[in-house]
């Protein structure tokens, strides 16, 4: 989240508070939003991110936030988790417990009210995902816009609504000049850490792959095969940045060519084993594009009446693949190749056009 700091947003999402609020009439005391955060990784950063831009759009619907209150007329949970600069959240939007405190015995004076602990009935239920950058506020309010909608809360301004902790609408005055209804004063506090979050420059991950081709012989081979079918699997590490992601991968494949028609003897299959170098654009979204390199040991054999015949040659071949993540791990996508494999006797090229499956932990 280079250049992108609470602070810098509150300014903005004032703004556009005051201008809705300023426009509004009817004016009513605001009720007030208990804010929770669940994660497994907390992260105070953009809890306050959350808490700001949630809480502007609240005061627009006439409702103050707060982080810890008594007695909230609403709750709003935000279950969230970050991955990769993409942030997914999940808000519950409940309304508070029916029932109130029992009376106390005549003659003594009440207790004071418990803390809000529990939420009552969810109102609404909402998840959405959204770039950890300058557009966070905006989609965030529109999540915030949907839950009231869904809940049946209308927008009705209020001049008493604010965010607790950050900043409250100064309290209207009277003719004679006197406050009305004023609180006293409190004291702004930092929304956000003055200490920078420091995110890891890459990550490592385990990564493995599986494909099937169709295949294109070229070459000298091409007189007695044309066409086949291969099947590969890979697994090693990978090094993801945020805009490149570098691996070397342990990788295998077969391949079994079919005879041109008039073609005597057994089918030919060739099996590869060797290194594969990876490079290619870190996680952007949902999309993956890698390069890649390979090398090793080719062996050819050829099946026959009287027995196998095995022989050893090396072989390279490169590849381009392109995908899109079905969720945190999991890629599909389309993988085209070029192979090599060096043999005195003749020549061996192909091409092929692959399926494949690829996963990330």
């Not at 989240?1 to 602070?7: P, V, Y």
């Not at 006197?178 to 890459?202: D, K, S």
């Not at 079905?326 to 192979?339: E, K, P, T, W």
Request: glycine share 12%; with cysteine.
């Amino acid at each position: 989240m280079k250049g992108f700091t609470a602070s810098s947003c509150i300014p903005f999402m004032a703004l556009v508070a005051c201008l809705f609020l300023s426009a509004g009439g009817n004016l009513h005391a605001a009720e007030v939003v208990l804010h929770r955060f669940i994660s497994e990784k907390p992260d105070p950063q953009v809890e306050s991110l959350l808490y700001l831009a949630a809480g502007t759009e609240l005061m627009q619907a006439g409702l103050s936030s707060a982080r810890d209150a008594e007695s909230p007329a609403y709750i709003l949970s935000a279950e969230y988790s970050t991955s990769d600069g993409v942030l997914t959240v999940r808000y519950v939007l409940s309304g508070r417990p029916e029932g109130e405190a029992p009376a106390p015995p005549e003659g003594e004076a009440p207790a004071p009210p418990e803390p809000f602990t529990s939420p009552g009935a969810a109102l609404a239920d909402l998840t959405f995902q959204a770039a950890l950058d300058r557009t966070l506020d905006a989609r965030v309010a529109e999540a915030v816009r949907g839950l009231l909608q869904s809940a049946g809360i209308a927008y009705t301004p209020s001049q008493d609504a604010r965010i607790e902790g950050v900043f409250s609408w100064p309290p209207a005055q009277t003719p004679s000049g006197e406050t009305a209804g004023a609180a006293p004063p409190v004291e702004a506090q930092p929304a956000i850490p003055a200490e920078p979050v420091h995110e890891p420059a890459f990550k490592a991950a385990f990564d493995a792959s599986a494909s099937t081709a169709g295949v294109i012989l070229l070459g000298g081979i091409a007189q007695y095969t044309r066409f086949g079918v291969a099947a590969t699997l890979g697994a090693g590490v990978s090094f993801l940045g945020k805009k490149w992601r570098v691996g070397i991968d342990a990788r295998s494949q077969f391949v079994r060519p079919f005879n041109n028609q008039g073609v005597l003897g057994g089918p030919l299959s060739f099996f590869t084993f060797g290194p594969d170098i990876q490079f290619g654009i870190g996680r952007t979204g949902r999309l993956r594009l890698t390069g890649d390199i390979s090398g090793g040991a080719a062996l050819i054999t050829a099946s026959r009446p009287e027995g196998a015949l095995t022989k050893t040659r090396p072989y390279a071949d490169a590849g381009l693949y392109a995908g899109i993540f079905l969720g945190d791990s999991f890629s599909i996508g389309g993988d085209a190749r070029f192979m090599m494999i060096f043999d005195e006797e003749v020549l061996v090229m192909g091409v092929s056009a692959a399926v494949s499956l690829r996963m990330e932990l």
